[in-house]
């Protein structure tokens, strides 16, 4: 059974700082990694998909990558500001069954002024 | 474009009393889910439905069915309410392109089982 774990649950940074967020996963079979957004009381928004074939990801300030033989993923967030702040979520799709997704548990992000 | 609609946004239920959450979208998507996020546990898949008039369970399908009503809703229901389900449920439906798929969330149903 796949597990994902992320780590730290809770990060504070200053604004202006870079910064990675980690993930990590038990079963390398995975069609892609996900990584998603989730403010305060609201839904999950994706942020960037990396196929199993693929080592990275780019979106603005945010770069994901991927190392399936190590069970790997990171989310780097370049020059944080306090509207980065939210829950992050990794979520790894797996091998024959493409649509089912099993997540972390989320690492909360703060960027202080 | 609403995206993925989900209602009610709360609710209290006695133990015992059943309900209907309700999920709509309106991206023509063809997958859709139902999940739940419970404190330190993560989101965990009830069920899901790849396509119009199919419908799968996922990691943590007891006490609830599904209903894909048509290709933009699909219901969950609780038959007998406990407090276990006491949770935040969210719809998402899926674009369909298999290994790369994109996901999209509702804004969840906050649910007390008392």
């Known amino acids: 059974k796949q597990e994902v774990t992320q780590i730290p649950a809770a990060l504070s940074v200053p604004e202006g700082e870079n910064l990675v967020l980690n993930c990590s996963f038990t079963?390398?079979?995975?069609?892609?990694l996900q990584w998603f957004r989730q403010d305060p009381g609201k839904g999950l928004t994706s942020l960037l998909l990396?196929?199993?074939?693929?080592r990275e990801q780019t979106s603005g300030r945010l770069n994901a990558s991927l190392d399936k033989s190590s069970g790997r993923s990171t989310l780097y967030i370049a020059a944080s500001q306090p509207g980065d702040s939210a829950t992050y979520l990794c979520a790894a799709s797996h091998t024959g069954t493409a649509s089912k997704l099993t997540f972390g548990t989320g690492t909360r992000l703060q960027v202080t002024l | 474009n609403a995206g993925v609609t989900q209602t009610p946004k709360f609710q209290v239920l006695k133990t015992g009393q059943s309900m209907t959450l309700q999920c709509a979208q309106d991206?023509?998507?063809?997958?859709m889910y139902w999940y739940r996020q419970d404190p330190g546990m993560g989101l965990r898949l009830i069920y899901y439905s790849a396509s119009e008039g199919t419908t799968d369970k996922g990691e943590v399908p007891n006490g609830y069915n599904v209903s894909r009503l048509n290709k933009r809703e699909f219901s969950l229901r609780l038959e007998s309410a406990a407090p276990s389900q006491t949770s935040v449920y969210f719809c998402?439906?899926?674009?369909?392109?298999?290994?790369?798929?994109?996901?999209?969330f509702g804004p969840g149903t906050r649910l007390l089982v008392l």
């Open positions: 991206m023509n998507h063809n997958s």
């Open positions: 990396i196929q199993s074939s693929q």
């Open positions: 079963d390398s079979a995975i069609y892609n």
């Open positions: 998402a439906s899926g674009d369909n392109s298999w290994y790369q798929e994109t996901q999209y």
